[in-house]
């Protein structure tokens, strides 16, 4: 009987130059990926929006929305090159080697406070991680800051202060050392312990893990950034309860999340157990949209949960981490390839796991496009069972709305959305849904709603100022 380990073997020739094999794998995507780019950024000059859409976005719109995209286009142009050069100056100076030395010399500077137990290369490879992610925060930070208090600001969608920044970023760095330590260390501890045949057993880890992940991120880790506060009762709540209990949708809580704290972008979203779940809307969402259409696009959230694309989605990542495990065991004993990049003496399998990744990214991108061809397949469906049930005009001013308020790219080219897009855009799931244009959606009039809603409020406070002076005369 023919091993998984045999069927994917790899020879172990010491003769194949590793840090060239990868650091060309590295170039080949970022020149794929930098092709993509120049052909959506083609669309991106285009000066008026598709037929389909052109009655309900007026030309400002449009024009800010295809700034916008251009705007985000060039920076992942710069910060995808800045990874090429960071990655090129990693492999060319053998950073891995002297980073692994480092945080080995780190643990050991914390062997006093850590438990007898901790030792060896699992916890050594732990440091090296979270040594790894501190770095690369740090170096990263420039980027980020540019990205939220630059481009994000100037479109007006940024609404982090650099307070609340740093303590995410702090948070986050937290998280992923308390959290992460003990993933990673059971992740390593399978390799070791069942060898050759440790595919299947992974791949119930993570399983596992993911499930684990679905319930506690929204309920305990989510909080620590984000103020969930149970809905209001009122006709949004009254609308939200009588949709799942036709739809028989196991709900039990319902949250508004503050996202308006860190950005103007809208969203809403599901999470919990198959028998109990808890629906979570953005601020945002229910600012910019009336008591239908949010509810029209819960129920396009639901149409996922009944049409089980979640688990779906679940065994389709499972098929994917057997190519991966099944791929990657016949690097684990692959010797050049780590003495190709300093590692003499030790192997240890997280390097060799990590340097694998680098060569795997030629299938990798194969699958994106099948993986996306299947998300966009289950958003149709979603939208068809939201419409289904009678929520089609509603959905689709949601999704009109959506798009204004994001600035959304509203023209694709083809080949960089089947790679890059998980959802379809605006124009082909109007199409599908066959909607029919009624009203135009323009910046003007959403700048007078705006100003309407101020005088409004002026006119209640000068009210209530009145009032208070009456009683006082009194």
């Given at each position: 009987?023919?091993?998984?380990?045999?069927t994917?073997?790899?020879?172990?020739?010491s003769n194949?130059d590793?840090?060239?094999?990868i650091?060309g794998?590295?170039?080949?995507?970022?020149?794929?990926?930098?092709?993509?780019?120049?052909?959506q950024y083609?669309?991106f000059?285009?000066?008026?929006?598709p037929?389909s859409?052109?009655k309900?976005?007026?030309?400002?719109?449009?024009d800010?929305?295809?700034?916008y995209?251009?705007?985000?286009?060039?920076f992942?142009?710069?910060?995808?090159?800045?990874?090429?050069?960071?990655?090129?100056i990693?492999?060319?100076?053998?950073?891995?080697?002297?980073?692994?030395?480092f945080?080995?010399?780190l643990?050991?500077?914390c062997a006093?406070?850590l438990?007898r137990?901790w030792?060896?290369?699992?916890?050594?490879?732990i440091?090296?991680?979270?040594t790894?992610?501190?770095?690369?925060?740090?170096?990263?930070s420039p980027?980020?800051?540019?990205?939220?208090?630059?481009?994000e600001?100037?479109f007006?969608f940024?609404k982090l202060?650099?307070?609340?920044?740093?303590t995410d970023?702090?948070?986050t760095?937290?998280l992923?050392?308390?959290?992460?330590?003990?993933?990673?260390?059971?992740?390593?501890?399978?390799?070791?312990?069942?060898?050759?045949?440790?595919?299947?057993?992974?791949?119930g880890?993570v399983l596992?893990?993911?499930l684990?992940?679905?319930?506690?991120?929204p309920?305990l880790?989510?909080?620590?950034?984000?103020?969930?506060t149970?809905?209001?009762?009122g006709?949004?709540k009254?609308a939200?309860e009588?949709?799942?209990?036709?739809?028989?949708f196991?709900l039990?809580k319902l949250?508004?999340i503050?996202?308006?704290?860190?950005?103007s972008?809208s969203?809403?979203y599901?999470?919990?157990?198959p028998?109990?779940?808890?629906?979570?809307?953005?601020?945002?969402?229910i600012?910019?949209?009336?008591?239908?259409e949010?509810?029209?696009v819960?129920?396009h959230?639901?149409?996922?949960?009944?049409?089980?694309?979640?688990p779906?989605?679940?065994i389709?990542?499972?098929?994917?981490?057997?190519?991966?495990?099944?791929?990657?065991?016949?690097?684990?004993?692959?010797?050049?390839?780590?003495?190709?990049?300093g590692?003499?003496?030790e192997?240890?399998?997280?390097?060799?796991?990590?340097?694998?990744?680098d060569?795997?990214q030629?299938?990798?991108c194969?699958?994106?496009f099948?993986?996306h061809?299947?998300?966009r397949?289950h958003?149709?469906?979603?939208?068809?069972?939201a419409?289904?049930?009678?929520?089609?005009?509603?959905l689709?001013?949601?999704?009109?709305k959506?798009?204004?308020?994001?600035?959304?790219?509203?023209?694709?080219?083809w080949?960089?959305?089947?790679?890059?897009?998980?959802?379809?855009?605006l124009?082909e799931?109007l199409?599908?849904?066959?909607y029919?244009s009624?009203?135009?959606?323009s910046?003007?009039k959403?700048e007078?709603?705006?100003?309407?809603?101020?005088e409004?409020?002026?006119?209640e406070?000068?009210?209530?100022?009145?009032?208070?002076?009456?009683?006082k005369?009194?």
């Amino acid at each position: 009987m023919i091993s998984l380990t045999e069927t994917f073997s790899f020879p172990d020739n010491s003769n194949i130059d590793w840090k060239t094999v990868i650091l060309g794998f590295t170039v080949g995507q970022f020149l794929f990926e930098t092709y993509l780019d120049y052909r959506q950024y083609q669309v991106f000059q285009k000066r008026s929006p598709p037929a389909s859409i052109k009655k309900e976005v007026d030309q400002e719109t449009f024009d800010k929305s295809q700034e916008y995209s251009r705007a985000k286009s060039k920076f992942s142009f710069f910060s995808s090159t800045f990874g090429l050069i960071q990655n090129a100056i990693v492999i060319k100076y053998d950073l891995l080697p002297k980073l692994w030395s480092f945080s080995g010399v780190l643990m050991a500077k914390c062997a006093s406070i850590l438990p007898r137990a901790w030792g060896g290369v699992i916890t050594h490879s732990i440091f090296f991680i979270f040594t790894s992610q501190i770095l690369t925060t740090i170096i990263g930070s420039p980027l980020t800051y540019y990205q939220n208090f630059v481009l994000e600001e100037k479109f007006g969608f940024n609404k982090l202060t650099m307070k609340l920044w740093i303590t995410d970023t702090i948070k986050t760095i937290g998280l992923s050392i308390v959290l992460g330590s003990p993933c990673i260390a059971a992740f390593l501890k399978i390799i070791d312990y069942y060898g050759d045949q440790f595919i299947f057993y992974l791949m119930g880890f993570v399983l596992v893990l993911n499930l684990v992940a679905m319930t506690i991120i929204p309920t305990l880790i989510m909080p620590l950034f984000n103020k969930f506060t149970p809905l209001e009762d009122g006709e949004l709540k009254t609308a939200i309860e009588n949709l799942a209990l036709q739809q028989k949708f196991p709900l039990t809580k319902l949250f508004v999340i503050d996202g308006s704290k860190r950005s103007s972008h809208s969203n809403a979203y599901f999470t919990g157990l198959p028998w109990s779940k808890q629906i979570v809307l953005f601020d945002t969402l229910i600012e910019h949209n009336s008591t239908e259409e949010t509810v029209a696009v819960l129920a396009h959230e639901i149409g996922h949960w009944k049409l089980n694309h979640l688990p779906k989605m679940l065994i389709m990542s499972q098929g994917h981490l057997f190519i991966i495990f099944s791929i990657f065991s016949s690097f684990i004993h692959n010797n050049s390839l780590y003495n190709s990049f300093g590692f003499i003496n030790e192997k240890p399998i997280l390097i060799g796991f990590l340097l694998f990744n680098d060569i795997f990214q030629p299938m990798e991108c194969i699958l994106t496009f099948g993986q996306h061809l299947i998300s966009r397949k289950h958003e149709y469906e979603a939208d068809k069972y939201a419409v289904d049930c009678g929520y089609d005009k509603e959905l689709s001013r949601a999704l009109i709305k959506l798009c204004h308020e994001n600035l959304s790219g509203m023209i694709t080219d083809w080949l960089y959305s089947s790679y890059h897009h998980s959802h379809p855009i605006l124009p082909e799931r109007l199409d599908a849904m066959g909607y029919v244009s009624t009203e135009k959606i323009s910046i003007e009039k959403k700048e007078k709603v705006e100003e309407e809603k101020v005088e409004e409020e002026k006119v209640e406070e000068e009210k209530v100022e009145e009032e208070k002076k009456e009683e006082k005369s009194d």
